[in-house]
């Protein structure tokens, strides 16, 4: 069993997690995981736990609290004296086999006395074990107060030391993405602004690195009183003359690989345990997901699928595709922690879209799949399982493919991918909103069983408002997470007066179903971007052909076009032939991307779809027909 302290406190045995709800018992065993091994006084527990509002009986309140938390291991199969009473005050026994805080820590340490290279992967490795909020679901303001940002600190330094790997080696539009999210959480720390300057100044991009000195400069000024650093004055000066700073970027996005999984091993009355240290960089752990809940079905056809033996020139292939934010990915890594006992050569992650939602090239994509595969991939070092994320075009994937013949691949994408089933053979997957019960169980899995019991009639109403879409529930889920007082039922109210907008989580950009509908409509043709706005604005109940025709003012023909081209975007749903459905909240995004994109001289009436001429018609001077809707 293991304890999850980088994130929400959970409990996981690496197939389950917890969630462990906002308690008293939650804030004991965080205050005694921060401090494993050691022994915790009952002075400092009972302020971590009840603040400076102590109860009359102190002692035996702790003692009572103990208990409990020594219940709630009991419910989960962990020993009783995980917590042990000492002189003086409480002990909890963890590793880093058991406690995700020493695993961190335990990595950070390796990487200091390995290669550069190696240090890379390791402290990405180690990167990956923190999983949202620190304490979010932990009611102590002395550890929110004193531990968290001591505990942030250390992540702080490790993601600042693989920034700087990834820059001394020019790969900068890597670090970008973590870089723009830590200088908005910490708006004054000097070092990170520091590196988004130079990673925007290295990929051509001048004036959003001087913007970024303006920026960190107005607010030390307002809120400290000070002005930046010699460091940062110098590098402003620096981009201002065009000075040479260094390696340019290679464009060359990130590949995870899986430490390959060792093979079965043979009947032996032995119990052999693996070196600790396989040699070799440390690799990349495919990210978990927590809580993942439902695809009964696909989970059991994937896995057959993706085990059973292949020819070396037709591995098992399996396209989940679906609408944006709808699961494919965390589906993907789900099936893939699954079987990778069966994958001897690993499990590699490739995303084919880069961080702003363009497809990278398959040129790029594929030679940086030869150089992460292990030696002898297929028959030499055994098969490889490919997570081939986010594809766009059948073209992305066949050169991929090819290069890992005799593996196996499990592609996510929102369009259907036809012509690569065509060509390569394999399974399509379509994947839609879950069922009641299955967005029901992602609420438990996530808030805990608890808190989600308390109120079993405002969680399903959440579960309704959130129209069992995985990303939108995850999102209001962490929200409850960090509003221990705010119930299920509130939050489904203030949600559904403001779909899908408050949908977003203010800390991570890519926790937001409003920016994850605006990239999927924005990788639309202009034309179909717009048919599909209106149609989800104007629209009720089943969208038919004719119905569409209506809409658009357009040939019943070209609108059944309209219509089939974006159910193989992943943007509708087909109910029965000839009938489809668009999400609810992929409509309340089109309402609010038509209502502000109507101009004020036509209040309530969108731009209308240019027609072609009727029959007799004389073409109006100037007029075009888009090709899409031709």
């Not at 009641?436 to 808030?447: D, I, M, Q, R």
């Not at 999102?475 to 977003?504: F, M, N, Q, V, Y």
């Amino acid at each position: 069993m293991l304890f999850q302290l980088l994130g929400p406190l959970s409990i996981t045995d690496g197939r389950d997690l917890v969630v462990l709800p906002p308690s008293k018992p939650t804030a004991l065993l965080a205050a005694l995981l921060i401090r494993p091994g050691r022994v915790v006084s009952t002075d400092h527990l009972q302020e971590a736990v009840w603040g400076e509002e102590q109860p009359a009986t102190a002692k035996a309140a702790l003692q009572s609290c103990v208990l409990r938390l020594r219940r709630i291991f009991a419910k989960y199969g962990i020993e009783d004296q995980a917590v042990v009473a000492v002189a003086g005050g409480y002990r909890i026994h963890a590793d880093a086999e058991t406690l995700d805080l020493l695993h961190f820590r335990q990595l950070v340490g390796r990487a200091a006395a390995a290669g550069e290279d190696s240090e890379l992967y390791t402290l990405r490795a180690a990167l990956a074990l923190w999983q949202g909020p620190l304490l979010a679901n932990v009611p102590s303001g002395l550890l929110h107060r004193d531990e968290v940002p001591r505990l942030a600190e250390e992540r702080l330094r490790v993601l600042e030391r693989v920034c700087d790997i990834e820059l001394e080696h020019g790969r900068c539009r890597e670090t970008l993405v973590d870089l723009w999210e830590v200088t908005r959480v910490y708006p004054a720390h000097e070092r990170f602004s520091e590196q988004l300057m130079l990673a925007l100044y290295r990929t051509g991009r001048q004036t959003e690195a001087l913007s970024e000195y303006r920026r960190i400069k107005a607010y030390l000024r307002e809120e400290l009183g000070v002005d930046p650093r010699p460091g940062l004055q110098r590098l402003e000066l620096a981009i201002l003359r065009g000075d040479d700073l260094g390696t340019p970027d290679t464009g060359h996005a990130p590949v995870s690989l899986v430490a390959p999984a060792p093979p079965p091993a043979e009947p032996t009355s032995a119990h052999v345990l693996p070196p600790e240290d396989g040699g070799g960089p440390a690799a990349a752990p495919l990210p978990a997901v927590p809580g993942f809940t439902g695809r009964r079905s696909q989970v059991e056809e994937l896995v057959p699928l993706l085990t059973s033996a292949a020819a070396p020139e037709r591995a098992p292939v399996a396209v989940l595709s679906g609408a944006p934010g709808i699961g494919k990915t965390a589906l993907a890594l789900h099936v893939a922690h699954l079987v990778s006992g069966h994958f001897p050569g690993g499990c590699l992650l490739l995303p084919l879209t880069s961080p702003d939602g363009t497809p990278r090239p398959t040129e790029e994509a594929a030679a940086e799949l030869r150089d992460a595969l292990p030696p002898g991939s297929g028959a030499g070092r055994g098969r490889t399982l490919l997570i081939l994320d986010d594809a766009v075009h059948p073209d992305q994937v066949r050169p991929l493919l090819t290069a890992n013949a005799g593996g196996a691949a499990i592609v996510t994408s929102r369009m259907g991918l036809a012509a690569l089933v065509a060509t390569h053979g394999g399974t399509v997957h379509r994947l839609g909103a879950l069922g009641p019960e299955e967005s029901y169980a992602l609420l438990t899995a996530v808030l805990g069983r608890e808190r989600v019991a308390a109120e079993p009639a405002g969680a399903r109403l959440l579960t309704e408002v959130c129209g069992h879409h995985p990303l939108a529930l995850r999102i209001a889920a962490a929200r409850l997470l960090t509003r221990p007082l705010l119930k299920p039922a509130d939050c489904a109210h203030w949600l559904r007066h403001g779909l899908p907008g408050r949908l977003s989580l203010a800390d991570d950009p890519r926790m937001s179903v409003p920016l994850t509908l605006d990239e999927a409509v924005g990788r639309l043709p202009p034309v179909l971007a717009e048919a599909h706005l209106r149609l989800g604005a104007a629209a009720r109940g089943p969208l038919t052909a004719e119905l569409a025709a209506t809409v658009l003012d357009v040939p019943w023909e070209t609108a059944e076009d309209v219509l089939e081209r974006l159910l193989d975007a992943g943007l509708l749903e087909e109910e029965h032939p000839g009938a489809f459905r668009m999400h609810e909240l992929l409509r309340a995004h089109a309402r609010r991307a038509t209502v502000s994109s109507v101009p004020a001289s036509a209040p309530g009436r969108a731009r209308a779809l240019p027609r072609p001429p009727r029959r007799g018609e004389t073409p109006q001077a100037g007029s075009t027909r888009p090709t899409a809707l031709r």
